[in-house]
């Protein structure tokens, strides 16, 4: 019952993750271990879109945060695209707004992970 | 009262968290965010029940969900009997005291969530109380 789809594809030199479905406990490993394997290769900036996503818990935010820390330690980037107010919310009073760059476009964010690392 | 009774497995999550969002769509006067709010509450709780029957060596025993629906307000208790609350596991710290550890942010965030959060000591094991209060009674 639990889903989770994540699509590897590439812009403008970016890996870009689209999320769909939940991030729980029970999927964010799914996350975790595609960014693993994309920073594996080489990829040290990556956009996760969110747009598809329906709920995120802790764990999520976990995941997220790993994989900012891993591309980050790789000299890269990561940015995220999401404009649902119920994940939005969740970011907010977590703190992690100030965490992450997160933007409402794809191209913005894909332009935000390109920023001083081209 | 609404009660649900599932295995402490992960991919159960999905639908417990289901299941209390249509019943608080359906119950007190709680906008779509609140009731999100409070799906997420009960979503972390429901895991770390299921964490402490892991750390309890008891995978997949029974986590019991009662949700109680009143004119304005809603109730939804998250029962284990995995041993009791181990505060040293589990400490209640501000939200973003370690926004680097991917565990531990659920008590922090349960308590942000809802109106009202009681963790209590039961025989054998947690309770946790989370309570959202509808539109009427916040006015």
């Known amino acids: 019952v639990v889903d989770l789809g994540v699509e590897v594809s590439k812009q403008d030199g970016t890996a870009v993750l689209t999320v769909t479905g939940e991030i729980d406990i029970a999927t964010a490993p799914r996350l975790r271990e595609q960014v693993v394997t994309l920073v594996g290769q080489g990829e040290t900036r990556i956009v996760v879109d969110m747009e598809g996503v329906d709920f995120i818990d802790s764990t999520g935010l976990g995941a997220l945060v790993g994989a900012l820390k891993r591309v980050r330690t790789q000299g890269g980037e990561l940015a995220i695209v999401c404009t649902r107010p119920r994940l939005l919310k969740v970011f907010e009073i977590t703190g992690l707004v100030r965490v992450f760059e997160i933007h409402e476009t794809l191209g913005a964010a894909v332009a935000a992970t390109s920023r001083g690392t081209a | ?139």
């Open chain 2, 1 to 139: 009262m609404i009660r649900l009774e599932f295995p402490a497995r992960t991919d159960y999550l999905s639908v417990v968290r289901a299941v209390v969002g249509n019943v608080a769509h359906h119950g007190p006067d709680l906008d779509p965010l609140r009731v999100n709010d409070l799906v997420l509450a009960v979503s972390e709780a429901c895991a770390n029940a299921i964490d402490a029957y892991r750390d309890d060596g008891q995978p997949g025993a029974t986590v019991e969900v009662d949700v109680r629906v009143a004119d304005d307000s809603i109730a939804v208790e998250v029962v284990d009997q995995a041993g009791g609350f181990k505060l040293g596991r589990a400490r209640p710290t501000a939200p973003t005291a370690h926004p680097h550890r991917e565990r531990g942010l659920g008590l922090p965030l349960m308590q942000v969530l809802t109106d009202e959060m009681e963790v209590a000591a039961t025989d054998g094991g947690t309770a946790v109380r989370l309570v959202m209060v509808g539109a009427g009674r916040r006015r």
